[in-house]
Structure formats: structure tokens, C-alpha cells
């Protein structure tokens, strides 16, 4: 499938502000199962930027503006070919505790995505979950797909019933928030049932048949490693296996290592952020 993908991030100051400084993890990388056709970041007032890649693989771009301003605008575009996701069928079928002892003995690739985070504690809640849902005997392509469905069941997906930083036992009670928060919820789930996840940042198409929830702004969904340290893509929040429809940006242990962008300025006055995604699926030419 081919897609134009445009993602607006739009600053208004209630007064100006001398400073701005941002921090964007919007460049989408090359994988198997997504060609970049073009890609480009603008940002308005116009300013210098550089780029470098973080600890996770991230290209992130820092922009920096010290004239006065009123408003900040940074307006991502790409267009993107996207594949069929491939599934080792082989490595899914291996129960939850053989593909556990497998992945232990290649600590140094998985460590960073089986430790706790400030955004994804492990254990509490997380502990009964996963000891109903990723037995030791079961395959892990069923387990994992059974937690996703019960998280898609049991949470109810209700924009603005948490912020940014709404701590995960709050989302545990509460059983509602938004595609972030179930993101969280799995990746507590499979850590601690000591099977390695990742947060993927990133957008989903919704116009096209089988409607999708969460294309208005950034959407999250999970990666699982597996054995051969294969990384297959899950989206709770829709209850299905990541497909042609979804396109990943940045990755990292949680929302605060994948955050798309983020910054900070100088004032006196207020700020307010409007975010808005458009993926639009192009015809491919004969």
C-alpha cells in the first residue's frame, strides 16, 4: 500500500516567547515491512536544525529558535510503500517458557526491553495477568494475542480520560485511556512475564474498510521479541496484528523514549499544542 502522511504539531503562546527548543523523533526508519519514498521535517519560524541517533536507533531532530515568536508549528511529511508483516509461525508456536529460556541466554539484545521503566512498572496488576494469559505451556502467538484481545475488551478506549504522565495503576482502575495506555498496560503484562517488549510510535490509516481507532494524532502499539530475536508487531488497542495500515516512527522502552516531539521554551505567558495526523492512501501506479 502506498500512503502520503502529513502530521502537523502546532504551538500558540499566549504572549511571545524569546526561546523555543524541540526535540523530534518523526523520521521513520527503513525496515522490511516499510520503503520511505520521501520524508521531510519543516519547522516554522524557520531555524537551523541537527540531527543524531539515540540509544534506541531513533533519528532525532533539535531545533532551537532565540528570535521572539507567537506561534511554532512542526509539520512532518512523508510518503511510505508499506508490505505484509512477516510472522515466524515457527517461532510463535514455541510454548511462553521455551521461548523465555531461549531469549535469556541473549541478555545483552533484550535487557533494555525487560526492565521496569517510571512509565511501565512491572509486577502488581501485571503479575495475575500474565500468569492467566502467557502460561508457561502455551504457544506464544496464542498467549500474546489472547493478552491483546483481553486488553481490547477489558479497557475502554476514552480520549482525554488520562494525560501523558497518568500513572499505570491509575489506568489499571480506572480501565480506560487511550492507545498509549494500552501500550503500557502490554508491555508491563510481557515484561513481567519476562518476555522482551518495545514501544512503537507511530500512525495507522482508518479511512479504509475495517475502520481503525486512532489516526486523529499519534497512535502506539508493541513489539514482542522472539526467539531468533525476531520482533513481531501487535496493536491492542485495535485487537489485531500490525499490518499494511500502520507505519512505525520511533521506537523505546516506553511513550517518554518515542515521544514524537517534545520541547520546552522561554516566557511569561501559556502555550497550547493542537496535533493533527493525516494518512492517505494513494492509488500505486500501474
Known sequence: MLFDVIHLTDYRYSDPVSEAYVEARLTPPHRKEQEILAHSIEFSPGAGTSNYVDYFGNTATFYSMTLRHERLTVTNRMTVRTKPHHRPEEALALPVAEARQILASSLTDVFDYLQPTQAVPTGGASTEWAKKYLRSGVPVGEAVTALNRAIHERFEYKPGATEVKTPLATVW???????????HIMLSVLRTAGLPARYVCGYIETDGPGKLVGSIAT????????????????????????????????????????????????????????????????????
Open 173 to 183: 482502575k480506572k480501565r480506560e485511556g487511550v492507545c498509549q495506555d494500552f501500550a
Open 219 to 286: 497512535h502506539a502499539w508493541v513489539e514482542v521479541m522472539l526467539p531468533g530475536l525476531q520482533w513481531v508487531a501487535i496493536d491492542p488497542t485495535n485487537d489485531q496484528w500490525c499490518g499494511e495500515r500502520h507505519i512505525a516512527v520511533a521506537l523505546g522502552r516506553d511513550f517518554e523514549d518515542a515521544s514524537p516531539v517534545r520541547g520546552t521554551f522561554k516566557g511569561s505567558g501559556t502555550q497550547s499544542m493542537k496535533v493533527r495526523v493525516t494518512m492517505k492512501r494513494l492509488a500505486e501506479k500501474p
